[in-house]
C-alpha cells in the first residue's frame, strides 16, 4: 500500500528519462536560438538558448573543438534533449555548434566585399560630400512600415523646409534588389534632389540580403548624388554601407545627419548679428573718442601756440618800458637843464637889483675902466638909463 | 569727403599743430578746420549710429513675426 502511494525521487527521474529517451523527436535534432551567456567549465561549455517566447539550457561537451560563439549569435546546435537525474534538470545535449544563417550567406558576403575592395567600390577618395544645407532628399525605403514615418518625423522637427521625396521599394525578398537599385539610379538623375538616403529598418542577416547585393551595390557606386546609407540596426553592417557615401546607424540617424537644424541656424545667423552689432557700436564708440580726442589735442596745442605769442608780446613790451625809462631819464636831463637855464636869466639877476653896465658897447667890470664924468648905460629890468661918473676912491 | 579721409585730414592736422615752429595765424587756421571737421564727423557718425538703429529694429520686427 504504502509501496504503491509514494515513489522515490529515484523512481520519479528514473521514469521521466525513460520518457526523453524513448522520444524520438527529441533525439539527434539540430535547434536553431540566440546564445545568453555562455560559460565553459571542465572542456563543456554551459549557456541557454533562447528566442522570443522562451529559453532552454544547453551543455556542449569538448567545446573546444568550436569557435565560441558571442552572446547574441544567432547558432545552430545538433544534439538531444536529455533528462539530467541527478540534477533534476531537463538540457539539451549538444555536439556540435556553428553560426546560424551566417554559413553559406557570411561566406558570400566576405567574398564580395573583398571583391568590391579591389575594384576600388570603398575608396575613401570617391566619396561625396554631405551638403551643408539640403532642400530634398530622395528616399529609397518602404512606403510601409516605421523608417519612412520616422524619417519624416525627424525631418519635420529639424527643418519643415527640407522635403522628402519616396521612391518606393521592397526592401526584402524576390526582387527587392532590382526596385532598390532601380530607386537608387531615378535619384541619381533626378535633378530636384540633394541627396539620397537609402533606408530599411533592423532585419535577420536573410532580411538584409538585397543590400549586401552586387545589383544594389553597382547602383550606389555608379550614383552621382551623395548617397547615406541606413540599414539595419546600428549593428548590422550590408555591403552598401561600405560603398556608400556615409553610413548612418539607423534611419532616424541618417535625418539627422543629413537634414539641417533650422532653429539652430536661425539662432546663430542672429548670434552673428548680436555680434556684429557690438562690433559696431565698438567702431562708432572708438572713431568718436578718436575724433574727440583729436579736438583736445588742438586745443592743447592751439594754448601753447597762443602762450608762446603770449611770451613773445611780453619781451616787446619790456623792451617798450625800457625806451620809456630812458625817454623820461633824459625828459629829467632837460628838465634840470631848464631849471639851470632859467636860474641864469639877466631878467631874473635884474629882478634881484643887480644891473650891467655898459661903456659904449663894452660891459665895464672894473673901476679902472672908468673915469670921472664918463657917461654909462645902465640896464634895468624895464628898461636902461644913462649916468655920469662920479669917480670915488678905491 | 568720406569719414575715414576727414579722419585721416584731423590726424594730418593734429601733427601740424604740433610743430613747434608753426606760427599763430597758420595754427589758428588748422585748429579752425579741425573743429569744424571734428562737428561733420561726430554728426556723420551720430547718424550713421541711427540708420543702424532702424535697420535692427527692423530685423526684431522679421524676427518676432518669422520665430512666431
Given at each position: 500500500m504504502l509501496n504503491n502511494t509514494y515513489l522515490s525521487v529515484t523512481q520519479i527521474n528514473s521514469y521521466i528519462k525513460a520518457i526523453f529517451d524513448a522520444e524520438v523527436m527529441l533525439q539527434n535534432i539540430c535547434v536553431f536560438g540566440e546564445v545568453s551567456s555562455y560559460n565553459v567549465s571542465g572542456g563543456n561549455a554551459y549557456f541557454n538558448l533562447k528566442d522570443e517566447s522562451g529559453m532552454i539550457p544547453c551543455v556542449l561537451f569538448g567545446a573546444n573543438k568550436f569557435d565560441a560563439p558571442k552572446i547574441g549569435d544567432m547558432v545552430l546546435v545538433s544534439g538531444s534533449m536529455n533528462y539530467y537525474a541527478k540534477g533534476g534538470r531537463l538540457s539539451f545535449n549538444a555536439y556540435s555548434i556553428m553560426p546560424y544563417g551566417r554559413g553559406l550567406l557570411y561566406e558570400k558576403f566576405l567574398k564580395l566585399k573583398a571583391e568590391l575592395e579591389e575594384r576600388g567600390y570603398?575608396?575613401?577618395?570617391?566619396k561625396k560630400p554631405i551638403p551643408d544645407y539640403v532642400k530634398r532628399i530622395g528616399v529609397v525605403s518602404s512606403?510601409?512600415?516605421?523608417v519612412i514615418h520616422d524619417i519624416i518625423n525627424v525631418t519635420t522637427r529639424r527643418n519643415d523646409c527640407v522635403d522628402i521625396v519616396l521612391y518606393p521599394?521592397?526592401?526584402?525578398?524576390?526582387?527587392a534588389e532590382q526596385e532598390i537599385s532601380a530607386g537608387i539610379d531615378f535619384f541619381s538623375n533626378y535633378?530636384?534632389?540633394?541627396v539620397i538616403i537609402v533606408a530599411r529598418g533592423g532585419g535577420s542577416l536573410e532580411d538584409l540580403e538585397p543590400f549586401n547585393s552586387e545589383v544594389v551595390a553597382n547602383a550606389v557606386f555608379r550614383c552621382k548624388k551623395p548617397l547615406v546609407s541606413a540599414v539595419g540596426h546600428e549593428t548590422d553592417f550590408t555591403i552598401i554601407d561600405f560603398v556608400a557615401d556615409l553610413r548612418a546607424p539607423t534611419p532616424s540617424a541618417a535625418a539627422e545627419l543629413v537634414v539641417w537644424d533650422k532653429a539652430l541656424k536661425v539662432e546663430k545667423v542672429y548670434s552673428e548679428m548680436h555680434k556684429i552689432d557690438n562690433k559696431f557700436n565698438l567702431c562708432i564708440v572708438n572713431n568718436t573718442n578718436k575724433v574727440l580726442g583729436l579736438v583736445e589735442g588742438y586745443e592743447r596745442d592751439v594754448l601753447r601756440l597762443l602762450d608762446k605769442f603770449k611770451a613773445k608780446i611780453e619781451v616787446s613790451t619790456l623792451k617798450l618800458q625800457n625806451i620809456d625809462n630812458l625817454i623820461n631819464n633824459k625828459i629829467n636831463a632837460v628838465d634840470r637843464l631848464d631849471f639851470n637855464i632859467r636860474k641864469l636869466n639877466p631878467q631874473n639877476i635884474a629882478k634881484m637889483g643887480y644891473s650891467k653896465i655898459l661903456k659904449g658897447s663894452s660891459v665895464v667890470?672894473?673901476?679902472?675902466d672908468l673915469n670921472n664924468d664918463d657917461v654909462v648905460g645902465l640896464s634895468l629890468i624895464d628898461g636902461t638909463i644913462k649916468a655920469k661918473v662920479c669917480k670915488e676912491k678905491k | 569727403m568720406k569719414l575715414e579721409e576727414k579722419i585721416v585730414r584731423m590726424e594730418e592736422i593734429s601733427s601740424l599743430l604740433e610743430?613747434?615752429?608753426?606760427n599763430i595765424d597758420e595754427g589758428v587756421k588748422l585748429y579752425e578746420e579741425g573743429v569744424v571737421l571734428a562737428k561733420d564727423c561726430l554728426t556723420q557718425l551720430q547718424e550713421v549710429k541711427g540708420k543702424i538703429n532702424i535697420i535692427k529694429k527692423d530685423l526684431e520686427v522679421y524676427k518676432e513675426e518669422t520665430m512666431e
Open positions: 570603398f575608396d575613401i577618395e570617391r512606403d510601409t512600415g516605421a521599394v521592397k526592401v526584402q525578398g524576390v526582387g535633378d530636384k534632389v540633394d667890470v672894473s673901476i679902472n | 610743430n613747434p615752429n608753426l
